[in-house]
């Protein structure tokens, strides 16, 4: 597999969604893998795929490793037979935990949008710097940093209340039967649309805040400001 594939979207949406929910649904039955057997194996690729990711970059992403310890607290609560409650209760705080390191961060010299969205991957953060250092607007850019890093929080929150929703909603078997396995893999396949969509347009809407932000105070437009222009 090359590089450009394992950072293929489409490829990871299925590894990490679509493959893992149709094992859930489809061969939870015991004349298939079985309860038990069906959750491991559906759980074990999207966690292969972010220990694969992971050892490609060799940095340590707290998202990232968020995303893994939620995936085993899933499997945890499938295996041991816990009660659905919990899985509502994680689901919602995965999220919920993000956020608030999010709004934490708001409250320090460096925001964590210098992280998601203002950096280096994305923006000429250089140029844009050099720009407002200029014309000496270094201070309100940096107040309206902590902005989008507070609307950043808010997207958070509102994936936890959105997560904590469905859950309740669609999983109501008991943990342990082949119905649960079912019900979570219709809740993993529904999270997509209904929950991260919604969040991606609310990052995309803060991105876009921060490219007024460069335009008025930097005076850059957003094709200038991109990395690479």
């Given at each position: 597999?090359?590089?450009?594939?394992?950072r293929s979207?489409?490829?990871?949406?299925?590894?990490?969604?679509?493959?893992?929910?149709?094992?859930?649904?489809?061969f939870?039955k015991?004349?298939?893998?079985?309860?038990?057997?069906?959750?491991?194996?559906?759980?074990?690729?999207?966690?292969?795929?972010?220990?694969r990711?992971?050892?490609?970059?060799?940095?340590?992403?707290?998202?990232?490793?968020?995303?893994?310890?939620?995936?085993?607290?899933?499997?945890?609560i499938?295996?041991?037979e816990?009660?659905?409650?919990w899985?509502?209760?994680?689901?919602?705080?995965?999220?919920?935990?993000?956020?608030?390191?999010?709004?934490?961060s708001a409250?320090?010299?460096?925001?964590?949008?210098r992280?998601?969205?203002?950096?280096?991957?994305l923006l000429?953060?250089?140029?844009?710097?050099?720009?407002?250092?200029?014309?000496g607007k270094?201070?309100?850019?940096?107040?309206r940093?902590?902005?989008?890093?507070?609307?950043?929080?808010?997207?958070?929150?509102?994936?936890?209340?959105?997560?904590?929703?469905?859950?309740?909603?669609?999983?109501?078997?008991p943990?342990?039967?082949?119905?649960?396995?079912?019900?979570?893999?219709?809740?993993?396949?529904l999270s997509?649309p209904?929950?991260?969509?919604?969040a991606?347009?609310?990052?995309?809407?803060?991105?876009?805040y921060?490219?007024?932000?460069?335009k008025?105070?930097?005076?850059?437009?957003?094709?200038?400001?991109?990395?690479?222009?």
């Amino acid at each position: 597999m090359t590089e450009s594939q394992t950072r293929s979207p489409l490829l990871e949406i299925a590894v990490t969604l679509l493959i893992p929910s149709l094992i859930l649904m489809q061969f939870s039955k015991p004349e298939h893998l079985g309860v038990a057997g069906a959750l491991v194996v559906a759980l074990a690729f999207p966690i292969a795929w972010g220990m694969r990711q992971l050892a490609q970059t060799r940095t340590f992403s707290l998202f990232a490793g968020l995303g893994i310890v939620s995936l085993l607290l899933t499997g945890g609560i499938g295996l041991l037979e816990l009660d659905t409650r919990w899985l509502a209760v994680k689901e919602a705080a995965v999220p919920g935990v993000l956020g608030l390191i999010v709004a934490g961060s708001a409250l320090t010299r460096r925001p964590l949008v210098r992280v998601l969205l203002y950096t280096p991957l994305l923006l000429d953060t250089g140029k844009i710097d050099a720009a407002l250092a200029e014309r000496g607007k270094l201070p309100a850019f940096e107040a309206r940093l902590r902005t989008a890093t507070w609307m950043l929080a808010g997207s958070f929150a509102f994936s936890s209340v959105m997560n904590y929703i469905l859950a309740t909603w669609i999983v109501t078997s008991p943990a342990g039967s082949a119905a649960f396995n079912e019900e979570l893999g219709r809740l993993t396949l529904l999270s997509y649309p209904m929950i991260a969509l919604p969040a991606t347009l609310i990052m995309m809407a803060v991105l876009w805040y921060l490219a007024i932000g460069v335009k008025r105070l930097a005076g850059l437009s957003l094709s200038d400001a991109l990395h690479g222009k």
